[in-house]
């Protein structure tokens, strides 16, 4: 698993991250694992511009 980008608002105090993992489950315990806190993680698909 690795993080590929992180996208900040400061202004709002948010935070969202983009990792590849093999499954949600699988991201959110090592998260759990290593007691990092996160509000929500929710499975998304990359759509590139190039590709269209």
Same mark, same amino acid.
């Given at each position: 698993? %690795?993080? /590929?980008?992180?996208? @900040?608002?400061?202004?709002?105090?948010?935070?969202?991250?983009?990792?590849? %993992?093999?499954?949600? /489950?699988?991201? +959110?315990?090592?998260?759990? +694992?290593? /007691?990092?806190?996160?509000? +929500?993680?929710?499975?998304? @698909?990359?759509?590139?511009?190039?590709?269209?």
């Amino acid at each position: 698993m %690795a993080m /590929d980008r992180a996208y @900040t608002n400061r202004d709002e105090g948010f935070v969202c991250c983009c990792w590849n %993992a093999p499954s949600l /489950d699988s991201l +959110k315990g090592l998260f759990e +694992k290593a /007691d990092a806190p996160f509000d +929500k993680m929710e499975p998304v @698909t990359e759509h590139l511009a190039a590709a269209w």
